[in-house]
């Protein structure tokens, strides 16, 4: 098994468990020995799995102003929680390939290993997802149709994802490509860094 299949796997794993409770205030539960690399992945795809159901309730016409803004401010935090775990499974993959030797001509990717990962525990929510819609019996055959052609896109996209992602930690290994990290730089979150935070404090 390709380590993208195993991710997509575990996510799979997670949303499905995940959807049993249906539960945005639902305590997380690993399966997983914690500091390991696949309970890092699987809370990561929890995180994604409760903002993703998060974005649909804040988008209820009719939801009251003060619920509204307590829930952005969670989807706020949510999102930074979610760089920072990124950034963490960036680090095991740092770690595991730092001593390697690169070759002469040696690359550096546009994206890390794990933020192409985020981007697959996305795409495993938009296939999660767009499998109910196909599946819906209060929807018209119109709808299921054109939900039937966004499942096939969505599916072409996982091979596309997977092959790029499995490509890319083979040529970091043969040194054909090599890491660097550079941290995310979430300016609006820093109050020393937000204009509107930090006037406040004049």
Request: glycine share 2%.
């Amino acid at each position: 098994m390709s380590f993208s299949e195993h991710c997509y796997r575990l996510f799979q794993d997670q949303i499905e468990t995940w959807h049993r409770t249906d539960d945005v205030d639902a305590p997380f539960a690993d399966k997983f020995r914690e500091g390991t690399l696949d309970s890092l992945l699987y809370r990561k795809n929890w995180i994604d799995t409760v903002q993703w159901h998060l974005e649909d309730i804040i988008r209820d016409p009719g939801i009251d102003p003060v619920a509204a803004l307590a829930l952005k401010r969670r989807i706020d935090k949510s999102n930074q929680d979610r760089t920072d775990l990124v950034e963490r499974i960036d680090d095991v993959f740092y770690l595991k390939y730092k001593d390697i030797q690169t070759v002469p001509g040696a690359r550096v990717n546009t994206e890390t290993p794990a933020w192409a990962i985020d981007r697959l525990s996305i795409l495993a929510l938009k296939i999660y997802h767009m499998q109910v819609e196909v599946g819906r019996t209060d929807a018209d055959e119109a709808h299921k149709a054109r939900c039937r052609t966004r499942l096939e896109t969505l599916t072409q996209q996982l091979g596309d994802l997977s092959t790029a992602i499995d490509e890319l930690l083979e040529d970091i290994e043969a040194g054909r490509k090599y890491m660097k990290l550079y941290r995310q730089v979430k300016m609006y979150n820093d109050p020393a860094l937000n204009p509107v935070l930090y006037q406040q404090k004049r």
